[in-house]
């Protein structure tokens, strides 16, 4: 009976101790460096709490569809409005990183106050990317390709007129692809704030991380983070 009870123990003990060293995993949308910066975020983050974290590369559109439906356990980070849009993502409160739409052109030159300036152009965006698709989900021509180092492309080639992307995607993927003739408009389109979002099967974590993300903005730590791999990234 004592061996029974022994060995009762033993395997409470082994599925706690595997079970807390299983990894969350955490959809990053692909060659967006705005993400790259908020996984690096997010790694130090659960670091407090003793949790591993698996960051998986995807498009945006897949991406969505992988975490609200419960196959990986949430996004990097995403805008608001995606905690409305699936109601199987939790938000968690604190935002962690933010965003600035940036128009980029070859040969155009205006200043933008909003996306109704942006009708009678040729404009291309990333499939999946909820900002950009938003602002143009009214648009003639609109061309969407499947990754963010195909927008400069088309751009360059003068399929469309103009791209919206994150300032931060676009300025990175001019220096890696040598674009010197593109170019950023301004201002940004806006800042947006970008919230870390968990699969509700995960319910419970969201107070817990959250707690850690308050800390690290008060103390500054978030910002300093966001400036240290972006450095990295544009340096």
Do not use: W
Not at 53 to 70: D, F, T
Not at 99 to 108: D, H, R, W
């Amino acid at each position: 009976m004592k061996k029974i009870g022994l060995f009762v123990v033993c395997l409470i003990l082994f599925y706690t101790t595997s079970h807390s060293e299983e990894s969350l995993r955490f959809a990053q949308i692909v060659d967006t460096p705005d993400q790259v910066i908020g996984a690096e975020i997010l790694k130090a983050a659960y670091k407090r709490l003793g949790i591993p974290i698996e960051i998986v590369q995807m498009p945006g559109r897949r991406a969505l569809r992988e975490s609200s439906e419960g196959r990986i356990d949430g996004e990097v980070h995403r805008i608001f409005s995606i905690g409305k849009d699936y109601p199987t993502l939790i938000r968690v409160p604190t935002p962690i990183n933010y965003i600035e739409p940036t128009v980029f052109s070859k040969n155009e030159r205006f200043a933008v106050t909003g996306c109704l300036d942006l009708g009678d152009y040729r404009v291309g965006i990333v499939r999946g990317v909820r900002h950009a698709e938003a602002c143009t989900q009214d648009m003639k021509y609109v061309q969407i390709v499947g990754h963010s180092n195909l927008l400069m492309q088309i751009l360059d080639k003068g399929r469309v007129d103009i791209v919206i992307t994150a300032r931060i995607n676009g300025l990175l993927q001019l220096k890696e692809l040598k674009f010197d003739s593109l170019y950023p408009l301004s201002p940004p389109l806006s800042r947006r704030l970008v919230y870390h979002y968990l699969h509700k099967k995960h319910k419970a974590l969201v107070p817990k991380i959250d707690k850690v993300f308050k800390e690290m903005q008060e103390s500054g730590e978030l910002e300093r983070l966001r400036e240290k791999f972006l450095e990295k990234l544009l340096g």
